[in-house]
């Protein structure tokens, strides 16, 4: 059983700045973790992922403003998010996946309005 805590969100202004951080449970540093959200009438879409080797893959609506890194020795990933839009007010989730599991944090509220 593998548990993720997200935090970081909250309300920002167009063009303001979040860092969303996970912190999860076990062991940490061999799996690859990824960002998910889910907008309002919308479905749930990736956002961002890096592997255990640091590898980086952004879906096109966020690429050049928003960041993934990890930090293997506090279990943590971060998102940073850079001018903000309004179209990406969104619960965000944390997701791991470990064999044929795959775990989810309980969601961060973002959002992104004047």
């Known amino acids: 059983q593998v548990q993720l805590v997200e935090s970081g969100g909250g309300l920002v202004q167009p063009g303001g700045s979040l860092r969303l951080s996970c912190t999860a449970s076990?062991?940490?540093?061999?799996?690859?973790m990824s960002w998910y959200r889910q907008g309002p009438g919308k479905q749930r879409e990736l956002v961002a992922a890096?592997?255990?080797?640091?590898?980086?893959n952004y879906a096109d609506s966020v690429k050049g403003r928003f960041a993934i890194s990890r930090d293997n020795a506090k279990n943590t990933v971060y998102l940073q998010m850079n001018s903000l839009k309004p179209e990406d007010t969104a619960v965000y989730y944390c997701?791991?996946?470990?064999?044929?599991?795959?775990?989810w944090g309980q969601g961060t509220q973002v959002t992104v309005s004047s």
């Open positions: 997701n791991t996946t470990r064999g044929p599991y795959t775990y």
């Open positions: 076990g062991i940490f540093s061999i799996y690859s």
């Open positions: 890096i592997t255990n080797g640091g590898s980086t």
